[in-house]
């Protein structure tokens, strides 16, 4: 079974940047594909980016491409997601997720094609 910490939420200003950290641990990620949600008050869980972990190969959502990055570090199980130029609605709880999603928009974005989830880091961006 994959167990996933996330790390790093804080409290930025507004056009800052923060980096957020997933480390995995349980059996290798190989086939895995990791992705980053995020969930604000009131809010519908929301997808953020995918990874594959065996190519690298990367997803965004409409809403932070071109100012996030996601990645991940063979060697130490982890994936890093660097966000750049935040808004006040970049705020959230930031999870970090790990399952089997066929490579497609809809599947990747959909909360239910991922069995495991950390426990969530806050970013709040202040105005």
């Known amino acids: 079974q994959v167990q996933l910490v996330e790390s790093g939420g804080a409290l930025v200003q507004a056009g800052g940047s923060l980096r957020l950290s997933c480390a995995a641990s349980?059996?290798?990620?190989?086939?895995?594909?990791m992705a980053w949600f995020r969930q604000a008050p009131g809010k519908d869980r929301e997808y953020v980016a995918a990874?594959?972990?065996?190519?690298?190969?990367?997803d965004y959502a409409d809403s932070v491409r071109g100012r996030f990055t996601i990645s991940r570090d063979f060697a130490r199980k982890t994936m890093s997601l660097q966000m750049n130029s935040l808004k006040p609605e970049d705020a959230a709880v930031y999870y970090c997720?790990?399952?089997?999603?066929?490579?497609?928009?809809?599947?990747?974005?959909?909360?239910?094609?991922?069995?495991?989830w950390g426990q969530g880091t806050q970013v709040n961006v202040s105005s």
């Open positions: 349980g059996p290798t990620l190989s086939g895995y594909t």
């Open positions: 997720a790990a399952g089997f999603p066929p490579w497609t928009e809809r599947h990747l974005s959909s909360a239910h094609n991922y069995a495991y």
């Open positions: 990874t594959r972990w065996s190519d690298g190969i990367v």
